[in-house]
């Protein structure tokens, strides 16, 4: 009887582990993605490697020479697609993202499936280049 008592503890125990262990949702926010007539077009070339960690966690890293293509505007600033490529954020569950930049600073990220900005608490050097089509 003991026994089954402490296989059900172990059991319990397990479940707590596995669930404290889980990923965080990625935070955030409802946002409207705005054509930008001024952008329209334009395309960007990261200049150098750029890593930065997540809230949840997770870290990435954007190498040199992935090219944007501005997708519009959030009010937090100018989101650029990835154009060869696919840029991903990951919590609890993967999303795609698109780098949100204001003045050569990556900010944060627009989720097209969700409609979503999701910021990050450290916003870090994006140094892009235009590209002349």
Do not use: N
């Not at 954007?62 to 959030?74: D, N, P, Q, Y």
């Not at 990835?82 to 003045?103: K, N, S």
């Not at 627009?110 to 002349?132: D, G, N």
């Amino acid at each position: 009887m003991f026994v089954r008592h402490l296989g059900a503890a172990v059991a319990a125990a397990l479940v707590v582990a596995a669930l404290a262990g889980c990923a965080s949702e990625v935070k955030r926010q409802p946002s409207e993605l705005a054509a930008s007539i001024a952008e329209a077009g334009k395309r960007y070339e990261l200049r150098q490697d750029v890593s930065f960690k997540l809230d949840s966690g997770y870290e990435r890293t954007v190498v040199a020479r992935t090219e944007f293509a501005v997708a519009g505007r959030v009010p937090q600033g100018v989101v650029l697609k990835p154009t060869q490529t696919v840029l991903t954020v990951e919590g609890a569950h993967m999303h795609e993202a698109y780098a949100v930049v204001r003045d050569d600073t990556l900010v944060g990220f627009y989720l097209p499936v969700e409609k979503a900005f999701s910021a990050l608490s450290q916003s870090v050097p994006f140094p892009l280049t235009e590209r002349k089509q």
